[in-house]
């Protein structure tokens, strides 16, 4: 599980779609949430968008795997695509906020690896958020001053990316999830197969060694 948080607007759902362009067995959790859809985003797609009262029944049934209040609004993880997902051999990733990677981390600390990625400066941040035109003036600046909260939290994470040049930024996360992939512990099938190098009872190749 790769859990992705930054303040909004840092850039984290770019970096999150170059990633998956770029990774064949990566899949994006995608959310429930109850703020309203944004232009261009898509049912199913970018959130699962449902109504406060389906959330909490949903959430009381202990269908998501974390979930948080962001802005007045419900966001949360459904539990069962990321266990089929999970239990498929495919890596997950999430894009979620500090509260939600909190909530990963205390539930399997040996299976997440978290990032964070932070703005290369306020008003780049606040640019960046201008930029996306998705929000009205009074969003906007709940969002920068949830930034400096978000940001707060930068030390709780396993990575921290500062997401000035996009593709230097891309590439590093690409290094990430590549060097944690073949850490000893998440490679299991290591222990036989070292075994079968290690062991002693080698005769030789009856073959020449593969000439
Ligand atoms: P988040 O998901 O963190 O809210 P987005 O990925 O939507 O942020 O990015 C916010 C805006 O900033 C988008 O318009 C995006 O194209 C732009 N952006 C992202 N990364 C960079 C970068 N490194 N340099 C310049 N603009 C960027
Ligand atoms: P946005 O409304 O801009 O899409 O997202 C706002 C914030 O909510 C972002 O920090 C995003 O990472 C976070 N978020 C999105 N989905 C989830 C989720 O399922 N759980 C948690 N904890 N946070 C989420």
Redesign the pocket.
Known sequence: MLA?????GAG??TLARLLLEADAALSL?V???T?PR?PGEEDGV??HFIDRADFAARRDAGA?L???E??G?L???PRAPVEQALNAGRDVL????W???R?LQAAAPDDLVSVFILPPSRPELEARLRGRG?DDPASLAL?MAAAAD?MSHWNEYDYVLVNDDLAACASSLRAILAAERVRRRRQRWLDAFAASLCSHDYKGDPDGGGQ
């Open positions: 992705l948080s930054s303040p909004s984290k759902s959790s959310s429930a949430t703020r944004r970018h959130y998501f974390e979930w948080a962001v802005f609004n966001y949360g993880t999430f894009d979620i906020d509260q939600g990677a909530q998705a969002r978000e």
